[in-house]
Antibody
Framework: EEHLVESGGGLVQPGGSLRLSCAAS????????MSWVRQAPGKGLEWVSF???????YYADSVKGRFSISRDNSKNILFLQMNGLRAEDTALYYC??????????????????WGKGTTVTVSS | DIQLTQSPSFLSASIGDRVTITCRAS??????LAWYQQIPGRAPKLLIY???TLHSGVPSRFSGSGSGTEFTLRISSLQPEDFATYYC?????????FGPGTKVDIK
């Protein structure tokens, strides 16, 4: 069975940095598309970042230039390096596997495996 | 960026009711839309992708339809475990935006 377990969250001052980790089991991170999604307290879901299996990355405008998604293939772990943190980055951060389906002739993405999340609080 | 709106934002329903939630996109996204269910305190769960394809293990009372800019999630007969918040998400182009959510509560 596929599982994702996030870690690395915590309390950080504005302007600080954190690195979130996401350990995968039951599947290989490097062979899949992966993403980070966050949810501010009491709010909806916000897509943050995407890592293509080929290494291409995409980011939400709100984090572009500050956050970086990467992976360690040998350890089967996904990362989110967060720099220049702001109060508005306070949220529960979910690690997500992005599944794919071919419904001829089209190719579809969907977010099918979610971790339980790790909480990031940015406050002085 | 593509914006998604959902209606209603909140609905109150009874067990056995038929429920319909609408998601509208600010521009055409073909059928690159997914639906998720989130129970409070838990991670979201995938229900439907490609607008109408039921994810493995999801009960058949859930169905999705639509294409272009208007999409619908239907629950044919609401069950106690369906009281949750439902989100649509477009996966047509980056950023993969989510709708604001529809909370389904017990009447």
């Amino acid at each position: 069975e596929e599982h994702l377990v996030e870690s690395g969250g915590g309390l950080v001052q504005p302007g600080g940095s954190l690195r979130l980790s996401c350990a995968a089991s039951g599947f290989t991170v490097s062979s899949n598309y992966m993403s980070w999604v966050r949810q501010a307290p009491g709010k909806g879901l916000e897509w943050v970042s995407f890592l293509h299996s080929g290494g291409v990355t995409y980011y939400a405008d709100s984090v572009k230039g500050r956050f970086s998604i990467s992976r360690d293939n040998s350890k089967n772990i996904l990362f989110l390096q967060m720099n220049g943190l702001r109060a508005e980055d306070t949220a529960l951060y979910y690690c997500v596997r992005v599944g794919t389906a071919m419904i001829t002739p089209y190719f579809y993405y969907y977010m099918d495996v979610w971790g339980k999340g790790t909480t990031v609080t940015v406050s002085s | 960026d593509i914006q998604l709106t959902q209606s209603p934002s909140f609905l109150s329903a009874s067990i056995g009711d038929r429920v319909t939630i609408t998601c509208r996109a600010s521009q055409g996204i073909s059928n690159y839309l997914a639906w998720y269910q989130q129970i409070p305190g838990r991670a979201p769960k995938l229900l439907i992708y490609a607008a109408s394809t039921l994810h493995s293990g999801v009960p058949s009372r859930f169905s999705g339809s639509g294409s272009g800019t208007e999409f619908t999630l239907r629950i044919s007969s609401l069950q106690p475990e369906d009281f949750a918040t439902y989100y649509c998400q477009q996966l047509n182009s980056y950023p993969f935006t989510f709708g604001p959510g529809t909370k389904v509560d017990i009447k």
